[in-house]
C-alpha cells in the first residue's frame, strides 16, 4: 500500500490520501444505537460497563467515519539526515453506535491498550496529541463543566457527548468529509513516566483555541479513574517512514528517530501494561456468549537445550495458545520479530500437534491406534506434525532472524466449530491479540494452519476489508477446505500479492477425492482440499500467469516468481496422506517456499529433516 498512500498524498486525491481503516466487522443495523447504549451502561459497574463496550467495539458497532484512519506528516532532522514520517489517526475519538447516534465513551486505560492492541493500533504520545491538533482542519472549543462525583458517570459523558455534537452541528462539513476533528477532549496518552507510575493514567491536552492544552501532562488519576473529559483516539502502529512501510514501535524506541514523535526522549515501551489491575475486569459474557479479558502478557519459561522459552495462555472462548520464542533477545529497535499462527487441525490438542518422541519401548503407531504391542499407551497424534521440531528446524538454519511460534487451538478441538460459535470478528481478535503478545517490536505475521485450522485463517481473511501490509505469508497445509470465489477471497488474495514483494501464499493439498478410507471415498470431487486447490489456482490464475509442471508425483503451479506456490500431491494409490503433509517437513517448506531457503536442508515430502529435535 505505500505506493498507495505516497500518490494519494502527492496529488491531494482526498479519498486515498486517507490509505487505511480499522480492521472490524462491517456494522449490522440492528445494533444498539449510542442513546440506547447509553441507557444499558448507566446502571453498569466500571469492570462490567468496560467489558460491554469492548465487545460492542469489536464487533463493530462503531460509527463508519472512525474507520477511516487519517494521515498526520512530521519531519525532523538527525545525524545531519531529514526524516520524514506519515502516521494515521482515527478521526475523532472512539465511540460506540451509527453513524447519525453516537457515543464518545471515556474509558480505563487498560481497555483502551486491549482494544488498541486487538485492532493493530497504539494510543498517542503527547507529540503525536499536538500534531494532531495542528494538522485538524476542525478545531472545537473545550467545553469543560465543573468538577463533581458525577464526572465520572455515564449520564455526564451523554450530556458532555450532546454538547460536542451541537458544535459540529454548526460547521458546514460533514466530520466525516472534513477529517480530523481535535479539541474537545483530553487524550489518554503514552509516556516514558508510566515505567516510575505503574497504575496510574497519563492524560494530556484539551487544546484551546490559542492552541495551548489545558491538560498538561498529569499521572496523578489512578488507571481506574475515568471522567468525561478523557477519551481514547486510536493511532495505527503502521507507519511511513521516509517513504517506506514501517512500525511506530520502530520509531520510538529509537535514539535518532523517536524525536519524529516523542518530545520525551526515546521509549522502551509503548503500551499500558495489563498485568497489574488491582481488580482485573470480569469476564463479563457478550451477547453471543463470549469472554472479553485484558491482553495476555507471556510467562516466560527458558528451555535452554532447545534455547527458547515458551509461554502459554488463555484468551477465553476455550481459545489457548502456546507460544514459542528463541531465547536471544528479542529484536533490536527496527528489526522484525518473525511471528507465525498456526491454526491447529480438528482434533488435536497443542500438546499433540507440538509432538514428542515415541518412547523405544512403543511399536509405529498405525493411523488409528494409540497403543503398542507391549501394551503402553500412546498416542499416534503425537507423532504427526512436530511442529515444535519444524520450528527450531528454521531457528537453527536462519540463526539471523526472530521467529516465534503461537499454536492455537480451543475446546471444542475443532477451528470450524468454534468459529461457527463465536464468528469472523471473534477470530480476528483472537489473532490480533496474539500479536499484541509480541508488542515491542514491528511483527511479520504468518497465517498457518492444517486441516480444520484453515477455518480460522479464513475467518480473518472474511473480518479485514483488506489484507493488512503486516501480514506477509499464508500457508495453507491441506486446509483451504472454506475457501470460496463467491466471499472475494481470490481478488483480495491478489490484491494483497500485488501490492508488495514480500508475500507469499503457499498451499499445499492431495488428491482427497481419489482416497479410501474403510473402502470408501470421504470426501467429494470439489469438497476436499484437492478440489478446493483446484478451483483457488484457477481463479487466482485470472490474476496471473501460472507455470505448471507434472511429475508422477506432484502438480506444481507457480506465479510471482515462485512467491505463489501450490504443490498438489497425486494419489494413484488411494491414500491418506492428510497428516503426511504437515509431517514430511511440509510446516518448513511453508514458511520457506519462494524465499532463497526453500529445500535448503531439507526437501517437501522428503524424509523428516529435523527428527534430532523432537524433544521427550
Not at 182 to 190: L, Q, S
Not at 252 to 264: G, K, M, Q
Not at 574 to 591: A, C, D, L, P, W
Request: net charge neutral; aromatic share 8%.
Amino acid at each position: 500500500m505505500t505506493w498507495l498512500w505516497t500518490v494519494a498524498l502527492a496529488v491531494g486525491i482526498p479519498g486515498l490520501a486517507y490509505g487505511k481503516s480499522l480492521n472490524l466487522p462491517t456494522r449490522i443495523q440492528d445494533m444498539p444505537p449510542g442513546t440506547q447504549l447509553a441507557q444499558q451502561l448507566a446502571q453498569l459497574p466500571l469492570e462490567e460497563r468496560e467489558a460491554r463496550l469492548t465487545q460492542q467495539v469489536l464487533s463493530g458497532n462503531i460509527p463508519d467515519f472512525l474507520r477511516v484512519l487519517f494521515p498526520v506528516q512530521v519531519k525532523a532532522i538527525a545525524d545531519g539526515k531529514t526524516n520524514e514520517l506519515i502516521f494515521f489517526a482515527s478521526a475523532d475519538y472512539l465511540a460506540v453506535g451509527s453513524a447519525k447516534d453516537y457515543l464518545r465513551m471515556p474509558l480505563t486505560p487498560q481497555t483502551a491498550q486491549h482494544i488498541a492492541d486487538t485492532l493493530g493500533c497504539v494510543l498517542p504520545t503527547r507529540k503525536m496529541v499536538d500534531l494532531i491538533y495542528a494538522a485538524a482542519p476542525t478545531k472545537l472549543a473545550p467545553v469543560p463543566i465543573p468538577p463533581s462525583p458525577q464526572m465520572t458517570t455515564v449520564p455526564v459523558f451523554t450530556n458532555h457527548n450532546a454538547t460536542i455534537s451541537d458544535q459540529l452541528a454548526q460547521i458546514p462539513v460533514s466530520t466525516a468529509t472534513q477529517g480530523l476533528v481535535a479539541g474537545h477532549k483530553k487524550d489518554v496518552v503514552i509516556t516514558p513516566r508510566l515505567k516510575q507510575a505503574p497504575g496510574k493514567v497519563a492524560i494530556y491536552g484539551w487544546h484551546q483555541t490559542n492552541g495551548l492544552p489545558i491538560q498538561p501532562l498529569y499521572l496523578g488519576h489512578g488507571e481506574r479513574w475515568v471522567d468525561y473529559s478523557q477519551c481514547i483516539r486510536l493511532i495505527s502502529r503502521q507507519v511511513l517512514l521516509n517513504g517506506r512501510d514501517s512500525d511506530i514501535a520502530a520509531v520510538l524506541t529509537n535514539e535518532s528517530l523517536c524525536e519524529l514523535l516523542s518530545d520525551e526522549g526515546v521509549f522502551r515501551e509503548i503500551r499500558y501494561s495489563t498485568n497489574h489491575l488491582a481488580q482485573p475486569p470480569s469476564e463479563s459474557g457478550t451477547a453471543d456468549g463470549a469472554k472479553i479479558r485484558p491482553l495476555v502478557k507471556p510467562a516466560w519459561k527458558v528451555d535452554e537445550k532447545w534455547q527458547e522459552r515458551v509461554a502459554e495462555a488463555s484468551l477465553g472462548d476455550g481459545v489457548q495458545i502456546h507460544l514459542s520464542a528463541p531465547l536471544k533477545p528479542a529484536p533490536a529497535p527496527g528489526q522484525t520479530a518473525e511471528l507465525i499462527v498456526f491454526a491447529l487441525p480438528n482434533g488435536n490438542t497443542i500438546e499433540q500437534t507440538l509432538g514428542k518422541q515415541r518412547p523405544s519401548a512403543i511399536a509405529p503407531a498405525s493411523a488409528t491406534n494409540s497403543s503398542s504391542a507391549t501394551g503402553e499407551a500412546y498416542d499416534w497424534r503425537f507423532d504427526i506434525q512436530h511442529i515444535a521440531a519444524q520450528t527450531r528446524f528454521l531457528r537453527s538454519h536462519l540463526p539471523d532472524r526472530w521467529i516465534a511460534v503461537a499454536c492455537i487451538g480451543n475446546d471444542l478441538k475443532s477451528w470450524p466449530a468454534w468459529r461457527k460459535k463465536f464468528g469472523d470478528a471473534r477470530a480476528l481478535s483472537v489473532l490480533n491479540h496474539v500479536k499484541g503478545m509480541l508488542t515491542n517490536s514491528p511483527v511479520a505475521l504468518t497465517l498457518s494452519s492444517h486441516s480444520g485450522g484453515g477455518s480460522f485463517v479464513f475467518g480473518c481473511l472474511n473480518a479485514v476489508p483488506e489484507i493488512p501490509s503486516d501480514w506477509v505469508r499464508f500457508a495453507f497445509l491441506d486446509s483451504n477446505y472454506a475457501y470460496d470465489r463467491s466471499l472475494g477471497h481470490a481478488e483480495k488474495l491478489a490484491r494483497w500479492m500485488n501490492a508488495g514483494t514480500n508475500r507469499f501464499l503457499c498451499i499445499m493439498a492431495y488428491n482427497d477425492a481419489a482416497a479410501l478410507l474403510d473402502g470408501k471415498s470421504f470426501v467429494s470431487a470439489s469438497g476436499g482440499t484437492w478440489g478446493r486447490s483446484l478451483a483457488m489456482q484457477e481463479d487466482l490464475g485470472g490474476y496471473w500467469q501460472f507455470a505448471t509442471r507434472v511429475t508422477p508425483e506432484f502438480r506444481y503451479f507457480t506465479a510471482l516468481q515462485g512467491r505463489v506456490q501450490f504443490i498438489l500431491k497425486e494419489n494413484p494409490e488411494r491414500k491418506i496422506y492428510h497428516t503426511v503433509q504437515v509431517e514430511r517437513n511440509g510446516f518448513i517448506h511453508s514458511f520457506l517456499s519462494g524465499t532463497t531457503n526453500e529445500n535448503r536442508g531439507y526437501e517437501y515430502f522428503g524424509p523428516r529433516a529435523y527428527s534430532a529435535l523432537i524433544a521427550e
